[in-house]
């Protein structure tokens, strides 16, 4: 049966684990906010219909690949 400390070393892993856990728990609760993206019926179609027919990459963004791709290149 193993160890279990007890009084003063007991508390100290106590606190440590509340130091711990506590902003951990917030911080879960924060992704699980930003997560769920809520949208009506029509932005939800919208939405959809853009993930199965993408528009045209912007030419910003064309040149934005060709440099990455170069800069990866030299990597």
Known sequence: MPHKPSGAAALRRSVSDDVIATPRAAVQRGIAKMAVIRLSREASERFAA???DPPDLAPAMQ??????????KRA
């Open 50 to 52: 853009t993930l199965i």
């Open 63 to 72: 040149r934005a690949f060709v440099h990455h791709r170069r800069l990866a």
